[in-house]
């Protein structure tokens, strides 16, 4: 069993928006840190983003940075990766992960610290 679900991936136009979301199954979101990360044809996974397992810290790469925004719901065990004027450089498969840390850390965007993943879901920026 897939111990996290991401949805809301598909084709958007240039400056378009989408949301994704990440649910959980099986654990509680509450004490990890959540990192999104995305992977393009014949390109590296990439670390788009984090939110710390407190929600108060997160971390963008640049190229998202007053675009992306990500929130989490633990009432709903989900969380919510908002994305706002896409283009077509961020068409790739996201993926959400999970990183248990009771401890109040700041998250990194780092792929290899992750042990949680999802399947990924397809996000084309498209005319």
């Known amino acids: 069993q897939v111990p996290l679900v991401e949805s809301g991936g598909g084709l958007v136009q240039p400056g378009g928006s989408l949301r994704l979301s990440c649910a959980a199954s099986?654990?509680?979101?509450?004490?990890?840190?959540i990192g999104w990360f995305r992977q393009a044809p014949g390109k590296e996974r990439e670390g788009v983003l984090c939110i710390s397992s407190s929600g108060r810290s997160a971390s963008y790469v640049d190229s998202v940075k007053g675009r992306f925004a990500t929130s989490r719901d633990n009432a709903k065990n989900t969380v919510y990766l908002q994305m706002n004027s896409l283009t077509s450089e961020d068409t790739a498969v996201y993926y959400c992960?999970?990183?248990?840390?009771?401890?109040?850390?700041?998250?990194?965007?780092?792929?290899?610290?992750?042990?949680?993943w999802g399947q990924g879901t397809q996000v084309t920026v498209s005319s």
């Open positions: 992960a999970a990183l248990f840390d009771p401890y109040g850390s700041n998250c990194r965007r780092a792929v290899n610290e992750y042990n949680y």
């Open positions: 099986g654990f509680t979101l509450d004490y990890y840190h």
